[in-house]
T-cell receptor
């Protein structure tokens, strides 16, 4: 097992731009979820993918979208960036039906 | 109403002493899971302990134990024999519904723990 790795670790964008964040899950983890953690707050659920399809979404607008690939990697895409999108974005993966999520170290996005 | 409430924004604890972190939750679902995660400054969320709503015994994992009081809807984390490496943010989280419901966790606001030598 190699854990969950995320890239990039830090990035800076300007308002209105688009960003893609990437996540590589542990082999066999067929479920991936993404969380947004604003500074000083707990993480908030964005959405979940199972077998390459979205099957759960939190209170986030459609400009937040994702993809999951057969090789256990996934992406979070955010269009039309806003200042409030500045946050740590965490990827978490697990086996379907398992209890525990394994989190990556996150991608810290700053929107200027 | 908040689904997960952590009332202690920050705590100091002396090395080798025990510390209790409070967590209360709110759900009407009879099946749920409660989690504690540790987040050091590096950002990664590290799983510590899990308690299922139907579990009869309080969960324990090494120096971590969960004081589960279902009627009071509380799930406090106890860290025994604190170590300097325990300094971090601690988050309580809940999954509503059975495991098959997926991986949507609702997190509290966290408690920052600083262990003093």
């Amino acid at each position: 097992e190699t854990g969950v790795t995320q890239s990039p670790t830090h990035l800076i964008k300007t308002r209105g731009q688009q960003v893609t964040l990437r996540c590589s899950s542990q082999s066999g983890h067929n479920t991936v979820s993404w969380y947004q953690q604003a500074l000083g707050q707990g993480p908030q659920f964005i959405f979940q993918y199972y077998r390459e399809e979205e099957n759960g979404r939190g209170n986030f607008p459609p400009r937040f979208s994702g993809l999951q690939f057969p090789n256990y990697s996934s992406e979070l895409n955010v269009n039309a960036l806003e200042l409030d999108d500045s946050a740590l974005y965490l990827c978490a993966s697990t086996f379907s039906g398992a209890n525990v999520l394994t989190f990556g170290a996150g991608s810290r996005l700053t929107v200027l | 109403a908040q689904k997960i409430t952590q009332t202690q924004p920050g705590m100091f604890v002396q090395e080798k002493e025990a510390v209790t972190l409070d967590c209360t939750y709110d759900t009407s679902d009879p099946s749920y899971g409660l989690f504690w995660y540790k987040q050091p400054s590096s950002g990664e969320m590290i799983f510590l302990i899990y308690q299922g709503s139907y579990d009869q015994q309080n969960a324990t994992e090494g120096r971590y134990s969960l004081n589960f009081q279902k009627a009071r809807k509380s799930a406090n984390l106890v860290i025994s024999a604190s170590q300097l490496g325990d300094s971090a943010m601690y988050f309580c989280a809940m999954r509503e519904g059975p495991r098959a419901a997926g991986n949507k966790l609702t997190f509290g606001g966290g408690t920052r723990v600083l262990v003093k030598p």
